[in-house]
């Protein structure tokens, strides 16, 4: 599966990792987001679901969105297969990429940024 994105995670000067990758589940339920933190999956699948949070700040349309959803499940899989050894360790591991893939198309429409992230609206602010 190769996924094209048309904008890079860091290209936003006013904003920083830091501020909106908040690593697996959604920020606003603290009790959710603390039991996926417990998960080995999550902890293992932690880089790709910071380049999502990242695509979800910086996209705009609902294309965005499923672009940004389909490179997390690429990436997640990614990790996995150069990560993850033994057949079964990685089909259960592939396994909750899929929840996790199918738990932001689902529920990710809430946390999706349809205006864009702060720099783009600086600079429409200014032109």
């Not at 033994?86 to 940024?113: E, M, P, T």
Request: hydrophobic share 35%; charged share 25%; aromatic share 14%.
């Amino acid at each position: 599966m190769n996924i094209h994105v048309p904008f890079k995670y860091n290209t936003c000067p006013l904003c920083t990792e830091k501020n909106i990758a908040n690593g697996m589940g959604p920020s606003n339920n603290k009790f959710l987001k603390k039991m996926l933190d417990l998960l080995p999956s999550s902890r293992k699948l932690k880089k790709a679901a910071r380049i999502h949070d990242c695509l979800y700040h910086l996209g705009i349309f609902e294309k965005d969105r499923k672009i940004a959803d389909e490179r997390f499940l690429f990436e997640m899989k990614k990790i996995i297969r150069s990560d993850v050894k033994g057949w079964f360790n990685q089909k259960w591991y592939i396994s909750h990429a899929y929840r996790n893939y199918w738990a932001v198309r689902w529920g990710g429409k809430s946390s999706f940024n349809y205006g864009g992230c702060c720099s783009k609206l600086a600079q429409n602010k200014t032109t």
